[in-house]
């Protein structure tokens, strides 16, 4: 009894197949409307599913976004080591040593003799 007056008040409200009308090309132009009477309801998969799809369109249509560094990215792009840099650092120990070549620090020798104490 419940499920027969529901199919009637849905064929009233003009959700029924035989007086729906066809959507519209450009999408749901109002809200989606649930029915529900007593315990039994009656949802608007078709609305929904019309939503989906718009969102779905939408992600599909938007631009692929990349990653500024990847995999191909040279060493000197992604920060990492490369031989050259290497190569620069070391000096003449590169491959014989762990101690980067460094030229010894400066020694400053005053050009003008200290004062005697008093």
Do not use: W, Y
């Not at 249509?61 to 191909?72: D, E, H, R, V, Y």
């Amino acid at each position: 009894m419940r499920s027969s007056l529901s199919i009637i008040l849905l064929a009233a409200l003009g959700a029924g197949p035989a007086f729906a009308d066809p959507p519209a090309p450009g999408g749901n132009t109002g809200p989606c409307v649930d029915v529900q009477i007593g315990n039994d309801r009656a949802l608007d998969f078709d609305c929904i599913n019309r939503r989906f799809q718009l969102q779905a369109d939408r992600q599909h249509m938007a631009p692929i976004q990349t990653a500024p560094i990847g995999a191909g990215s040279s060493s000197t792009a992604t920060g990492t080591a490369n031989q050259a840099a290497a190569q620069q650092m070391m000096g003449n120990a590169f491959g014989k040593s762990a101690e980067p070549q460094r030229p010894a620090p400066p020694v400053f020798v005053p050009a003008l003799p200290r004062a005697a104490a008093h």
